[in-house]
């Protein structure tokens, strides 16, 4: 899912500093009470759980509400949600989930087979244009029923014989099915009833979502939300292991940028950041290492070129683009410690797959290329405008240093346009950009989560591109189990992806966040997959 903007007005954080330092701290009667606050990164756009496209956001819906299954702290291991178990037959292809008895809305309606049924047949209606229904296209008939060519429900391998069975019929065997069922988001179940109510089944969010109205199945339940200011939720009396949810409640800011956020923790108004400076990550490795925490993290940085609008159209322009930055020089000068650059749109690593690396920086070559496709020097070149998501912190400097390494190494000027989270999310949909600075935070510990950006017609395929040796290649990918096979197939969609670029892989994130010592349970993961059980607040004695 993507990481997205940082959004919180000045007038917000003033909230959170206050206006006496003699005061208990956020953070002091926090601990006290369980009531922890937390930086989320985005303001977000709505909280309909489905067409969600930001990985902040998720985390804050994780809290509201609950799949069949969910990831535990680690990241890694697969956990019972609402499922309390679940059958595998021999091929590898039907799923039964075993639903608890005791699993409940948060205004105490029973938990059901068909909600699950419902839920993710909405996800895939046409009409409402998730741009994470492809999570769910392993299912019989799910991408012809998303694609319209299919508009019997009954076509899709979703069954809900009883109340307390659901079954998944999957078109070929898919042994990281349980991953994507934990991913947060697409596939978590909706309280039809109240969601209809307020007029939103076949829509994106609306009244629905809001406090006092909003019916999730998670441990914590909605109580505020100001936007751009704070959204607060609190214990779910009705949540199935509500005994073992110490918190209280939970506080999520978003923060206009890393420098506002490390503040406020700094103030003691926050238990843990989303991200820090670059900055301040040498002086708290001097002064406080222990609430410092850096850690590899599945999120990819990357450049989207749209090749439906020129100068993009033309393979060769795209190419010396991306050849002519610097990686090494790039994360250096802005990230530090918090990046490590890449070549390729899989992490080195993911799945345990490690793929060739791409080309690297070559001016010399980048400027052959763009001469070659008629512009040399930059002449004539027709105006590209660099769109961002965001207009603080590391996205500013990403955004210079990138327009100077093409000035430098191209002799071509680049505007920047940042853009607040809503209208960059939009102009996304809507293809209405040039060049677009990108990101990707993975769902799923495999090779096929970041590669399937690059299917034809996948709503995640911001750069319009496709090709149809690519996506026999993803196929071949999905339809065999021998490590080698899915390497092989995971190795030619690399390959093409090298020659064509319709993306530039810049950086992969590593985790740089800070955590007070008070925060306990909390566990560094690739997939920042959060656990709420598992959390409390103690202050270190």
Known sequence: MRSRRFLLPFSAFALLLGSCTKHE????AGNREQVLHLGNHDEPADLDPHPN????????????????????????????????????????????????????????????????????????????????????????????????????????????????????????????????????????????????????WHQRGGAWTRPGQLVGNGPFMLAEWHPNSVIRVVRNPFY????????????????????????????????????????????????????????????????????????????????????????????????????????TLVIPGTGGYTPPPGPGFDPAEARRLLAEAGFPGGTGLPPVEFTLNGNTGVTLLLASALQAMWAQNLGVHVSVLPCEFKVYLSTLREKQFTLLLDGWGYGLDDPRDPLELATSGDPNNDSAWNNRAFDAAFARSDAVLRTAERNAAFDTMNAILVREVPYAPLYQANQGYLRQTSVHGWQSNRLRSVDWRELWLEPTK
């Open 53 to 200: 496209n930001s990985g902040t956001t998720g985390t804050l819906l994780s809290s509201l509400f609950e799949g069949l299954v969910i990831r535990a702290n680690d990241g890694v291991t697969i956990l019972p949600g609402a499922a309390e178990s679940w059958d595998v037959s021999p091929d590898g292809l039907t799923y039964t989930f075993h639903l608890r008895a005791d699993a409940k809305w948060s205004n105490g309606d029973p938990v059901t087979a068909q909600d699950f049924r419902d839920s993710f047949l909405r996800v895939l209606d046409p009409a409402l244009g998730c741009e994470q229904a492809n999570v769910a296209f392993p299912i019989v008939g799910a991408q012809d029923f998303a694609e319209g060519r299919s508009k019997d429900p009954a076509s899709v391998g979703l069954r809900a014989p009883d109340a307390h069975t659901f079954i998944t019929i999957l078109r070929h065997p898919a042994p990281y099915w349980l991953g994507i069922l934990a991913y947060t988001g697409p596939l978590w179940p909706l309280h039809r009833r109240s969601v209809e109510a307020a007029g939103g």
């Open 240 to 343: 199935w292991d509500a005994a073992h949810v110490r918190l209280k409640e939970v506080c999520f800011y978003p923060l206009e940028d890393e420098n506002a956020e490390e503040r406020a923790f700094r103030a003691g108004q926050l238990h843990v950041t989303y991200r820090m400076p670059q900055s301040k990550v040498a002086v708290y490795e001097r002064d406080h290492p222990e609430e410092l925490q850096i850690a590899p993290d599945l999120r990819l940085s990357y450049l989207t070129f749209n090749v439906t609008r020129p100068p993009f159209t033309d393979v060769r322009v795209r190419r010396a683009f991306s050849l002519a930055i610097n990686r090494d020089q790039l994360v250096k000068a802005t990230l530090g410690k918090l990046g490590s650059p890449v070549t």
């Open 25 to 28: 701290t956020a953070v002091e």
